[in-house]
């Protein structure tokens, strides 16, 4: 079974995605119940929940003022007050797990989720309109990236889609990455960072690619299982795979001044490089959860977010952090900035606003 809630499980060793653990129930039965049921729930249109705001929400993203989430069953939101308040979307042709969002400017926007569907909307999310859906693959998209009229969605086992035009008609490539160089001889610059040795046994091209970011129009990053992480200077047209810190996979990138990058994973890992990725280095967290997404707020300040509700905060532009615990551990898997010292995140109980103020 391919699965994706947090996790996506093809044999006891290999879990990965880029959401949380919590929802790896819920991935499980979306796919099951798929071939079970008589009615494919992908071609149906999302219900209407009264409890929206509240349901397991996997992405969010800002299309102009606008925030826009979306999650289980086809549920997109939508805030137009700075998350105080939510409505659902009028049209959402899927009852499919949605797990990413992005928008190219206030009213375009593309929606990526299970079974490999994709939605794009061109009113800033109140309706959507389905342009590619393969249940046959049985494998979801993780993430997609909106990049001027270019999108780019990736998924689970390497899966790699491209359009041109704000994601009406998409085309399928291999994702090929260029091999790092070799790793430094021992007692040249002290303990050197792990490389691929170029035997993968075949499966390089096979790795789920759990988030892709810009850092501008061309450049581009994408965080990978298995401690795989992938640079693009062409704007996607060709990638290469960067020297990885440790084994463990990735699931959030924060591109920040320069050169600059945060990339974190499993069990609270996360590097910082200052070279474009070829160079890493540790930086505490002082938690073990999971950490799945980080934003930079107007002013400097560094965020990122986990399961088991931890919220790390940095004033130092990333150098160190401190654990903002969330009292109920719900799990959270995507944040934006509203402000100087605000956050809104969404996640495990829905969407939840976050003052950078207080322990909540």
Known sequence: MRCRGAAFVDSPSRVSARAPSWLAGVA????????????????????????????????????GTRLVAVGDRGIVVLSDNRGQTWQQAKTVPTQNLLTGVCFSDDRHGVAVGHDEIILT?????????????????????????????????????????VSPDRGTTWTERKFDAQKPPAPKPAGQGGKPNAAADGDDDG???????????????????????????????DAGATWRE???????????????????????????????????GLNWREISTN?????????RLPGGTTVIVGLSGAVLVSHDDGASYRVLQQS???GLSAVLPLGAAEIVTVGEAGVKLISLGAAQ
């Not at 929940?49 to 929400?57: G, H, K, N, T």
């Not at 800033?124 to 780019?152: F, M």
């Not at 970011?213 to 693009?232: D, Q, T």
């Not at 938690?287 to 934003?295: G, R």
Request: proline share 5%.
């Open 28 to 63: 499980a039965c979306a796919l099951s119940g798929a071939h079970a049921a008589s009615v494919d729930s992908g071609t149906l249109n999302a219900e209407p929940a009264r409890l929206a705001p509240q349901s397991v929400l996997l992405d969010l993203a800002a299309a």
């Open 121 to 161: 909307t061109s009113d800033a999310g109140e309706t959507w309109a389905r342009k590619h859906y393969a249940p046959e693959a049985q494998q979801p998209l993780l993430d997609v990236l909106c990049n001027g009229a270019d999108s780019i969605a990736v998924g689970a086992y390497g899966t790699y889609f």
């Open 203 to 233: 499966l390089a091209e096979d790795f789920h690619l759990n988030r892709i970011v810009a850092a501008s129009g061309s450049r581009l990053y994408v965080a990978a299982e298995a401690g795989h992480l992938y640079r693009s200077d």
């Open 242 to 276: 960067l020297p990885s810190p440790y084994e463990g996979s990735f699931f959030g990138l924060l591109p920040l001044n320069g050169e600059s990058l945060l990339a974190c994973g499993l069990r609270g890992h996360l590097f910082r490089s200052d070279d474009g």
């Open 287 to 295: 938690t073990e959860a999971m950490l799945n997404d980080a934003a």
């Open 328 to 330: 109920d551990r719900k």
